[in-house]
């Protein structure tokens, strides 16, 4: 028996930096998703704050304590999404009252660090997380990487969903730890679908068997400003982005695309809500030729080993670990 998904990519200008105003305008734009019966939308790369531009468009950037950098980098902190933030409540809100799933990114705060992190958001179940594992070159100024414990799926009633972020697409090990997990649906976060990362997300899909939804963003300088006016301004960091080239930075570009990986449906620069029901009979069918996890793999040559457990940096001690070493100035009896 044929099964078809109604998928959705709303492609959109992020709200930037100002993490609460996006909130409501993700909402107002997930119920256009639901309007036209989709039960899965996806958004680009940290669509909730927006793509830090600067750090490849503003010269100077990268200079050892640019003000204008530190100033975005404490607003960016100031306003990210904590654990358990209530701020999400009306999104999960709508997502229990339609049965819709939403996959969208954003800046995390985790005890004092930002973090890359995108959420698959269900109805009545918590949201499943993933924190970007390597953020890329100029990223690394303001997000900390991710660990094994957020390579997770959600098990939907159709299939499995998963998700990665831009040049994580590009690790051959995490690509095939998610092909381990069996995805029918995978979402592929990038700021803007270049040729290259449309290419990537094409070999994604028949690589994994699966869908991809290949969602990124459009962005214009102009909306960085407004952005930074909406969280109080700064004389600092409107500086730094005005140093940017003025008009769009981000273009679009998000496609989808079937596990054969043929393009199903593209969009252009501009805002688009991108849709296509995908038949997922078509995975099965394309496992016929191709499972890189199954009898197209080499269990008996290669093996992947995955740490999933979650990387704090401070480990408590616990019953069953050997005792510390004891100080000089210890004192207990002999």
């Known amino acids: 028996m044929t ?10 200008a992020p709200v930037p930096l100002c993490i609460d105003y996006g909130l409501a305008r993700l909402i107002e734009q997930v119920g256009d998703a639901i309007d036209i019966g989709a039960e899965l939308v996806a958004f680009g790369e940290t669509f909730l704050g ?3 531009l600067w750090l490849d468009e503003a ?5 050892w304590d640019h003000k204008g950098t530190q100033a975005l980098h404490s607003i960016i902190l100031d306003q990210a999404l904590r654990k358990n933030d209530p701020r999400l409540a009306p999104l999960q809100a709508l997502v ?13 705060r985790v005890r004092s660090t930002i973090t890359n992190t995108q959420y698959i958001f ?11 594992l390597v953020p890329t070159h100029g990223e690394r100024m303001i997000w900390g990487r991710g660990d094994g414990s957020t390579l997770e799926v959600h098990e939907a009633d159709w299939g499995n969903l998963g998700q990665l972020i831009c040049w994580e697409h590009w690790m ?10 069996g995805e029918a649906v995978h979402v592929a976060s990038w700021p803007t679908v270049r040729e290259v990362h449309l290419v990537a997300s094409r070999h994604y899909a028949f690589e994994g068997r699966c869908f991809v939804l290949a ?5 214009d300088r102009s909306e960085l400003i407004e952005g930074l006016e909406r969280v109080g301004g700064d004389v600092d960091a409107r500086a730094l982005i005005m140093g940017m080239p003025e008009g769009q930075l981000q273009f679009g570009g998000s496609a989808i695309i079937g596990p054969d990986g043929i393009i199903i449906a593209e969009a252009m620069e501009g805002p688009d809500l991108l849709v296509a ?23 008996d040559v290669f093996e992947l080993r995955i740490d999933r457990r979650a990387r704090t940096g401070v480990a408590n001690a616990i019953d069953g670990l050997a005792p510390r070493t004891r100080r000089k100035s210890d004192k207990s009896a002999e």
Do not use: W
Request: with cysteine; hydrophobic share 40%.
């Open 3 to 12: 099964k078809t998904v109604k998928a959705a990519i709303y492609q959109a």
């Open 50 to 52: 927006g793509y830090p």
């Open 59 to 63: 010269p100077g950037a990268a200079i």
């Open 96 to 108: 229990d009252a339609s049965g819709i799933i939403v996959c969208v990114g954003g800046h995390e």
């Open 122 to 132: 269900r109805p009545h179940l918590p949201p499943v997380l993933h924190r970007k």
């Open 172 to 181: 051959p090990l995490v690509r095939a730890a998610m092909h381990h997990e």
């Open 215 to 219: 969602a990124g963003t459009i962005q």
């Open 277 to 299: 029901d995908l038949d997922l009979s078509a995975i099965s069918r394309g496992l016929a030729s191709l499972d890189t996890d199954g009898h197209y793999s080499r269990p």
